[in-house]
């Protein structure tokens, strides 16, 4: 049995760093920071394998999708294992357990994992070679005449076990995490394991998980970015672009969440504290004789500041307007 997790999701800049800080303050959990553990959702991630193993099983695009799966797991194998011992010889177990046939092999998408001048040198000059002697040299065998390409190391799998290895999988990491204290904790807290969309997808990945979706009021995201942060991934240089990708963003969310997603405030974690701690206490089941450092790294009363952001720039008064017009139903009601 795996140990239990909580995670925090948002929709970028929304506020669950709130909720690994809140996490902090319990005698039973470990939270690992601000770090994402994304490797489930980012592109060519679990996520991804899933769907060309499980879902889609093409024949080529499941080579594709596990070469890609790899090159992932070395770009992130540095920070990861900042956090986790052994995560490379993992991560190999993981994907011994999901490869069923391996072979050095070739077709035609191997090439554009090459630079163009590679792919001149490894790929044409060769077949084009090859090609001529064919043509002027040998004896004709009445078929297509195939040039020999490159091998590279190509695999399939057509898994029936793919949940339970990738259960298995977070489980050896949670069991292999450097933190000391993560042994003896009951819960784990790590951020964006999943994302706010779609979460019952992500929820056949771990054995005891409980998801907490924050989300903030539409106007302080926009001005905070504006104004303060200037993150290329939030559209806030035109307003009627960031409505329409606000609104987009949200448009997924499941209507029904299972028991194990929380959606959440972040304004209601600062002017509604006490009833939006005990909802927590209830999801998670900790309590509040757990709670043993309030307010040590989540303090309300600090946090307050960033929020009504936008009141304190007369110059966006026009903007806000727009947005308090269009997402409404996403505009905290303070009082």
Known sequence: MGKKIITCASFGGTGSSAITDLLKEFNKTVSL???????????????DLE???VNDNHRLK????IFR?????????KQYSEFISNFDEISEKYLDGL???????????????YSSMSRFLLFSLPAKVQRNIYKYFLKKSGYEYIPYYKRSTMYYSNPDNFYELTKEYFNDILNNLKDESSKKAEYIVMDQLVPPTNTDRYLNYFEDIKIICVDRDPRDLYTLNKKYWKEGWIPSEDVNVFIQWFKSLRKNVESNDSDFVLRIKFEDLIYNYD???NTIYKFTSLNSEEHKDKFKYF????????????????DLE????????QLMEFCYKFS
């Open 69 to 77: 799966f790899k090159k992932l797991l070395k770009i992130v194998s």
């Open 51 to 53: 769907h060309f193993l």
């Open 33 to 47: 920071g601000s770090y994402e553990f994304s490797i489930a959702h980012e592109i060519d991630g679990i996520s």
């Open 299 to 314: 303090n309300p009363e600090i946090s307050i500041k960033n929020t009504q952001v936008w009141k304190k720039h007369s």
């Open 275 to 277: 009833e939006a701690i």
């Open 62 to 65: 499941v080579d594709e999708a």
């Open 318 to 325: 026009n903007d806000i307007k727009l947005i308090e017009d």
């Open 99 to 113: 490869i069923e046939i391996s072979w050095e092999g070739y077709w035609h998408r191997h090439m554009n994992r």
